[in-house]
């Protein structure tokens, strides 16, 4: 009987508080929950989004019931707890489910060197995790270039911006706010190399082109020590042309929505390849999160570009990043949004620059929504007068606007 008692007392503990990832499956379909619980006795309470659960325990077998806002019941699952894992069946409405859950697991921050041996050109949730990370980690790491070529310039990928990763960051779960910094992005070798051809998207089509030059060179030599990279084999006019290095990423995202497996030259909501050039060193980048861990991507290492990517490959080289990875608990955005010493940038990401432009205006506009509850026209007064629109991408499958305002300018409106 004493043995017995231990044990049930360990199976409460077990299931005392903490957050558990809940997996309901009806018609074959997974749909992910963060599911907050607490036992008192035999009494269970917690939470879900939205819904109150409430429910019992008793002799490791547990009954919950989810109720709206409104009072009524969103659904009901029944089953068996077993350390810090849990199943059984349920209903959610009139449709049944099966379900698991398992407690998050939490360990210490720590730094963590990261060797990929493989990239991807996808960005998906059905890739496996290179590595689970833990809320607060840092990660040490690097990118081949977009046409898979390392430090050496050893070939290690095909081509079409292979990514490093993915990260599944323990304890993310959809509708939070997935957060990496930027603490480190270096470039890793003395070469790069670019486009040579201006985009039509950004031509007037009735408009007589330049004169070609059908044997000019776009290769660049990349002086890291003095700062800046020239053309290796400059025609008489760019002999002295020198541009500033300025080493960004243009790939850095989760997995998409639903199973979509998307191409790694692609962006949207997720992020993706966004070849925003304020992606550099000191940068923070706020992501929308699809899936249990976010399944985060990086890659595509520049070593300068223009505002828009303008000829479809920018100085294209290795890179190697330290990151530290955070996380807002039930914070949802819907596009990705930057934050840097001076300014705070949201995305807009769309079809058409126009709709880029609505996109970006409505993301800068929710953030200081939320962060300083302005209303409508104390949005339209701080906006009038400070928005700042930068073109990131013109090139890639969708157009990608940053609307940005200074810090300095939020500085006196208090939160």
């Not at 199976?11 to 809940?22: E, F, H, P, R």
């Not at 929504?369 to 026209?377: H, I, R, T, V, W």
Request: hydrophobic residues 35%.
């Amino acid at each position: 009987m004493r043995l017995s008692l231990l044990l049930f007392t360990s199976v409460l503990v077990s299931a005392q508080s903490g957050d558990w990832l809940l997996t309901t499956i009806s018609f074959g379909a997974p749909q992910y929950q963060r599911l907050e619980l607490k036992v008192d006795g035999e009494k269970v309470t917690g939470r879900s989004g939205n819904l109150t659960i409430e429910g019992t325990l008793r002799n490791g077998r547990i009954e919950l019931e989810g109720k709206r806002p409104n009072g009524s019941i969103a659904g009901k699952l029944s089953g068996t707890l077993d350390g810090d894992t849990m199943k059984g069946e349920g209903t959610r409405g009139d449709t049944p489910v099966t379900w698991t859950a398992r407690r998050f697991k939490t360990a210490a921050p720590q730094t963590r060197r990261f060797e990929p041996t493989e990239f991807h050109n996808y960005f998906s949730s059905t890739i496996p995790p290179a590595l689970t990370i833990f809320p607060g980690d840092t990660v040490e790491s690097w990118s081949v270039d977009s046409g898979g070529g390392d430090a050496q310039g050893k070939r290690r990928s095909n081509g079409g911006n292979p990514l490093t990763g993915p990260f599944y960051v323990e304890g993310v779960m959809p509708g939070d706010t997935l957060v990496v910094h930027f603490t480190r992005l270096r470039l890793t070798r003395d070469s790069a190399e670019s486009g040579d051809r201006i985009t039509p998207s950004a031509l007037d089509p009735f408009e007589k082109p330049a004169k070609e030059a059908p044997n000019f060179d776009s290769n660049w030599t990349l002086d890291r020590q003095a700062g800046f990279a020239r053309l290796t084999k400059p025609t008489q006019k760019l002999a002295a042309y020198r541009v500033p290095l300025k080493p960004m990423l243009g790939c850095v995202g989760v997995a998409p929505p639903q199973q979509q497996s998307i191409r790694s030259g692609w962006l949207g909501p997720y992020g993706g390849n966004m070849d925003f050039n304020e992606l550099v060193e000191g940068v923070t980048v706020y992501l929308p999160v699809f899936h249990p861990g976010a399944l985060l991507f990086i890659g595509d290492g520049h070593a300068a570009q223009g505002d828009g990517e303008l000829t479809g490959d920018a100085l294209e080289t290795s890179t190697e990043w330290t990151i530290t990875v955070d996380f807002r608990k039930d914070k949802s955005i819907r596009l990705p949004r930057f934050e840097n010493a001076e300014y705070w940038m949201a995305s807009g990401i769309a079809n058409s620059l126009p709709e880029a432009v609505q996109y970006a205006t409505s993301n800068l506009s929710g953030w200081l929504e939320d962060e300083y509850g302005l209303n409508a026209s104390e949005i339209a007064v701080v906006l009038g007068t400070g928005v700042h629109y930068e073109i990131a991408e013109l090139v890639d499958p969708q157009v990608h606007v940053v609307a940005k305002i200074a810090k300095s300018m939020l500085a006196p409106i208090p939160k």
